[in-house]
């Protein structure tokens, strides 16, 4: 297979749209702080200092600049072939025989690196939204040694009520271990146990009785003196952790949770919807590239003006459209799958009729 050598022509593109690109993508998150700052900084430092509020702020620039890349993208198709239109650039590298197509490389080059970037920076996000939101005053910060009377929700259905627990001594006070069961085949427990105690890689419950519960009309019961459970294996620092919502879980934690709902006999299909908008939104970045290129091209009828605010529009009903999909995939009128793609794939058929119907 022979690669390509990136010509003089190749980089400049990729240079006019990597500017534009990091230009959006790095200005929109700090104007999205700056308005929501004039309206909430005065409720913020009511409960923190202007410090730690400033620190708040700087923890939500990964959720707006995945937010920003999709628009920064198609910004950068826009301006980049719109220039070089109104510079006669495009119509000089035709004459050089150069298409047209063959000039969207560098930037559909470029936009696979964005999608990787706005995969990346997903992930990041719950964490970091979770850490400004503490910073804000919004959330209370936990104490990083003890927790008391919490609930701590596991994978494979479980979830662990815990009176006390000491990370520092590996100690927990009171702790029930429930598992909602669907049938002999995946049957329901319940653990109570006065104490445990962390041993190096598991937790050894004292004192108590287990309830195994293969039918709900059907439960046994055993006591002990101890009981080592192998499904509860999460260390007293995890423990110390808040439950999350799937909002604040990454792709691999949500998967995990998705199984626990549906081996509990939950229906799973807003999370599947979820899980699969955090990769088919980072491709969404891409797919404008194709669509917003050749829409630049409008702007040798009705000016760069026209052409720019076409594109903007386009960004909003990409936005709409994914929203909508959502509802319609929770719902259950389309599968969770499909309707995470049903933008794309639209976005992307649009683009290859506009490409195809573009002078090259």
């Not at 072939?81 to 510079?87: A, F, N, P």
């Not at 119509?91 to 990787?116: D, N, Q």
């Not at 105690?197 to 002990?224: C, M, N, Q, T």
Request: contains cysteine.
């Amino acid at each position: 297979m022979m690669i390509r050598i990136p010509t003089l022509l190749d980089r400049y593109i990729a240079r006019q749209f990597t500017a534009i690109l990091l230009l959006v993508t790095l200005g929109a998150p700090i104007l999205f702080i700056v308005i929501d700052a004039t309206d909430s900084l005065g409720k913020y430092l009511g409960r923190v200092s202007l410090g730690q509020a400033a620190l708040g702020y700087l923890f939500q620039i990964p959720y707006y600049a995945v937010l920003s890349l999709p628009i920064g993208a198609l910004c950068g198709a826009v301006f980049t072939i719109s220039t070089m239109t109104r510079h006669a650039e495009i119509t000089a590298a035709k004459a050089s025989g150069i298409s047209f197509r063959r000039m969207l490389i560098p930037m559909l080059a470029v936009g696979i690196l964005t999608a990787v970037a706005a995969l990346v920076l997903g992930e990041l996000v719950p964490a970091a939204s979770r850490r400004s939101a503490e910073l804000l005053g919004e959330r209370a910060i936990r104490s990083r040694i003890t927790r008391t009377q919490f609930v701590y929700r596991a994978d494979g259905g479980r979830a662990y009520t815990i009176r006390r627990l000491d990370a520092r001594t590996g100690e927990i006070r009171s702790i029930v271990i429930e598992r909602e069961g669907t049938g002999p085949e995946y049957p329901g427990y319940e653990v109570a146990a006065d104490r445990a105690r962390w041993h190096g890689s598991e937790w050894r419950l004292a004192k108590g009785v287990l309830h195994y519960i293969p039918e709900p009309d059907l439960v046994a019961a055993f006591r002990f003196d101890t009981l080592v459970q192998r499904q509860f294996h999460e260390r007293p620092d995890e423990l110390l952790a808040e439950p999350k919502e799937p909002e604040e879980m990454g792709y691999a934690e949500l998967g995990r949770f998705i199984d626990s709902v549906r081996r509990s006999g939950g229906d799973p299909r807003k999370l599947v919807v979820r899980r699969m908008f955090k990769i088919a939104y980072p491709v969404a970045c891409l797919i404008i590239i194709v669509f917003g290129a050749p829409l630049a091209t409008t702007s040798q009828r009705g000016g760069m003006t026209y052409g720019v605010a076409v594109a903007l529009a386009t960004v909003m009903a990409y936005l709409i459209l994914f929203r909508v999909a959502e509802g319609l995939g929770a719902g259950g009128v389309l599968p969770p799958v499909a309707a995470a793609w049903v933008p794309n794939a639209l976005f992307l058929t649009a683009g290859i009729v506009l490409l195809l119907r573009t002078r090259t």
